[in-house]
């Protein structure tokens, strides 16, 4: 194989271990949904298992935002975020449905609920960064990060959601009474690609791009993986802890942090794909078969041999599409003053 090639085809393993982490099993926490061998996900929510008590230090709480089921799940101490495999932070989803099958009036309650939870968590960063009285005042900066592969539908969200929204750093720049006129704060934003198509880690490339841009915030779009088939494009996840990817598998990748950049992250990402042994484990329980992969261990042995196969919408393109407009809209609306 041409060594063009080969540096593709490990750039695309690379992918789904980096965005696709297999949470450790055996989680010591009894909220966690660690009975089930197979299970992985990137929604922080879907690790809770209904049937147990929360453990101290992890609170959860479900309403509804603009119509749409919304859950919030915070890890108050590391302590708990230890128990629980995930980093201390607040986890939010929305679960705003098949939005590439909405008309316009959903789309727009959609984006009009995720602009809502941004513009929160963003200014509760600002607090935690900057004091009490912080604000996400009118002179400060964004930056936003649209992480993935262009040309892979299921990791494009970032990358689409990047050339749909509203950059204005260099109007500010440029142009100042024009930006004034804008009423919208300044904008910076950039896809950074992927280590096989550039060489570089994208955390890297944000690193480096911090020391001239000088953002007060960073906004990471990612493509996450979901525990459950029905979560496939229809959920919004927000977390204050940024992007950890990698970490489940040992791949250790520079993570999307505050403690990593020096600058707070909010991560938003949208689950695109479901692991295949993950969806077989889900099909079984539901149908009440789950003790078969204990009796036959030919079937726990050809689920495990299939644990790089990943499964996507056939409508990706259309969801795709439609998650990463509804998106950018937000940031707009979120950014806007």
């Known amino acids: 194989m041409p060594k063009k090639e080969f540096l593709k085809s490990a750039a695309t393993k690379k992918f789904y271990s980096r965005h696709f982490p297999v949470p450790a099993r ?46 919030v799940l915070t890890v108050e101490n590391d302590d708990a975020g230890k128990l629980f495999g995930r980093a201390k932070g607040r986890y939010e989803t929305l679960q705003v449905g098949k939005l590439w099958l909405a008309d316009e009036r959903g789309c727009r309650r959609a984006s009009k609920a995720i602009s809502q939870r941004l513009f929160a968590l963003l200014c509760e960063l600002i607090k935690q960064s900057k004091g009490e009285d912080a604000a996400l005042s009118e002179d400060m900066t964004v930056l936003v990060a649209g992480l993935g592969n262009r040309r892979m539908t299921a990791d494009a969200l970032g990358p689409m959601v990047v050339e749909r929204i509203t950059v ?11 930006f004034e006129r804008l009423s919208h704060r300044s904008v910076a934003a950039l ?41 496939l494009a229809t959920t919004v996840q927000l977390s204050t802890a940024g992007i950890a990817p990698g970490s489940g598998v040992g791949n250790d990748r520079p993570a999307f942090t505050k403690a990593q950049l020096g600058v707070p992250v909010l991560a938003l990402g949208v689950p695109t794909v479901v692991d295949s042994s993950t ?25 495990d041999n299939g644990r790089s196969f990943f499964v996507s919408l056939k409508e990706a393109d259309a969801a795709m599409e439609a998650l990463s407009t509804v998106i950018a809209n937000a940031i707009d609306s979120a950014l806007s003053i």
Request: aromatic share 4%; net charge negative; proline share 7%.
């Open 168 to 178: 204005t750093r260099h109007v500010k720049l440029l142009d100042p009474p024009l």
């Open 279 to 303: 969806l077989v484990e889900e099909v079984l329980q539901k149908a009440g078969l789950h003790e078969q992969l204990t009796a036959r261990p030919a079937l726990s042995s050809l689920l």
């Open 191 to 231: 896809a950074p690609g992927v280590l096989g198509d550039t060489g570089m880690e994208s955390a890297e490339t944000i690193k480096a791009l911090i020391s001239t841009v000088h953002p007060d915030l960073i906004l990471a779009v990612d493509a996450l993986a979901a525990g459950s088939s029905e979560r």
């Open 26 to 71: 055996g989680c010591p926490a009894p909220c966690c949904k660690s009975t089930l061998k197979y299970f992985r996900s990137d929604l922080a929510a879907e690790w809770i298992d209904e049937q147990q008590p929360l453990p101290a230090g992890i609170r959860f709480e479900e309403g509804l935002l603009e119509g749409f089921s919304h859950g």
